[in-house]
Each structure stands twice: as C-alpha cells, then as structure tokens.
C-alpha cells in the first residue's frame, strides 16, 4: 500500500488543522493505520492509531482529548483532527499501516511496515 499524508502547514496555538492521509494499491479497509510525528533530534512518537474498521482507536496521553483520528474505508483515507494546537505539536506527522496489527500494539512504530512521506505542522506561540 502506498501513504501519502497532507494538509499540514501553519496554525496558531489554539487553532485547528486536519491532517489526511490518502491510501492507494491495496484494500485500505484490511490495515490498521497510525499517525506519529518528529521532532528534529528526537525520536519518532506516537501519535494516534485506528483498527481496521475503525471500531478501536489508541491515543498517546499528549493529544488525548485533543486529537481524533477517522478514517473512510470507501474513501481510502485516515483523517487525524488537531484541536487546541500546541506549539509542542509542531512536528513532521507521518501516516503508518500495517495488516497484522494487535490493539496494544499499535503505539509502536515497529509495528508498521507502510509509511507516508511526512507533513510538516507548525503551531506558533
């Protein structure tokens, strides 16, 4: 399967974005997918993740209560919803898949053997 996310930019703390993340090659309803993001010099974090029908989701305690993440099997597509933005949020967001996927581990970045390119999020003080 092929990722490609965007819908990345600028935003003011507080403010709003909605990230996409646009599948192609393969039966997106048969993946599980996550969201991560990084930081320069850091590692790669858990962001968000989604079961493959959408019926499960995990969050990291960071974006709890902030962030939802959706996905449209008829449309290929994850959504990640960013509300109350953060300058802590900015980050290069990544989409991830995988089809063999447990629930508790699905915060692991290892766990995923497709990714996307990456979106850039900036959340300005």
């Known amino acids: 399967v092929q990722l490609q996310a965007f819908g990345g930019g600028l935003v003011q703390a507080g403010g709003a974005l909605r990230l996409s993340c646009a599948a192609s090659g393969s039966t997106f309803s048969r993946y599980a997918m996550g969201w991560f993001r990084q930081t320069p010099g850091k590692e790669r974090e858990f962001v968000a993740a989604?079961?493959?029908?959408?019926?499960?989701?995990v969050y990291a305690d960071s974006v709890k209560g902030r962030f939802t993440i959706s996905r449209d099997n008829a449309k290929n597509t994850v959504y990640l919803q960013m509300n109350s933005l953060k300058p802590e949020d900015t980050a290069v967001y990544y989409c991830?898949?995988?089809?063999?996927?447990?629930?508790?581990?699905?915060?692991?970045?290892?766990?995923?053997?497709?990714w996307g390119q990456g979106t850039l999020v900036t959340v300005s003080s």
């Open positions: 991830a898949a995988d089809r063999s996927i447990i629930l508790s581990s699905m915060s692991s970045e290892y766990e995923y053997d497709y």
């Open positions: 989604i079961r493959m029908s959408g019926g499960s989701t």
